[in-house]
């Protein structure tokens, strides 16, 4: 199994970025997916995560701006970030979980893959 993520970059406050994760040897279709985050000198944060019936959840801090979805005949997640902040800047990293639950416990998650990074200036 093997979680690409693709679309990070350098953008200003305000804008815009869409991150995409493409697995191979696994179905987004079944799996929960979702987005963490990494900075430096803190923890890994969940983000946003799908559940395979399109239930969704958010952290707090993000709520409204990001949004989560996924294409199964593509295979492939998104996180669509808007208006973004400083405060978002980190390696962003999509992760896939056997759970039947929408959740961001980083625990629960049984795939990772490498990261893109996010610059918010």
């Known amino acids: 199994v093997q979680l690409v993520e693709s679309g990070g970059g350098s953008v200003q406050t305000g804008g815009s970025l869409r991150l995409s994760c493409a697995p191979s040897?696994?179905?987004?279709?079944?799996?929960?997916m979702a987005w963490f985050r990494q900075s430096p000198g803190k923890e890994r944060e969940g983000v946003a995560a799908?559940?395979?019936?399109?239930?969704?959840a958010y952290t707090d801090s993000v709520k409204g701006r990001f949004t989560i979805s996924q294409d199964n005949a593509k295979n492939t997640v998104y996180l669509q970030m808007n208006n973004v902040e400083p405060g978002d800047t980190a390696i962003y990293y999509c992760?896939?979980?056997?759970?039947?639950?929408?959740?961001?416990?980083?625990?629960?998650?049984?795939?990772w893959g490498q990261g893109t990074q996010v610059t918010v200036s």
């Open positions: 040897g696994l179905s987004v279709s079944d799996f929960s």
């Open positions: 799908i559940r395979r019936d399109d239930l969704t």
């Open positions: 992760a896939a979980s056997r759970s039947t639950w929408v959740i961001l416990d980083p625990y629960q998650y049984d795939y």
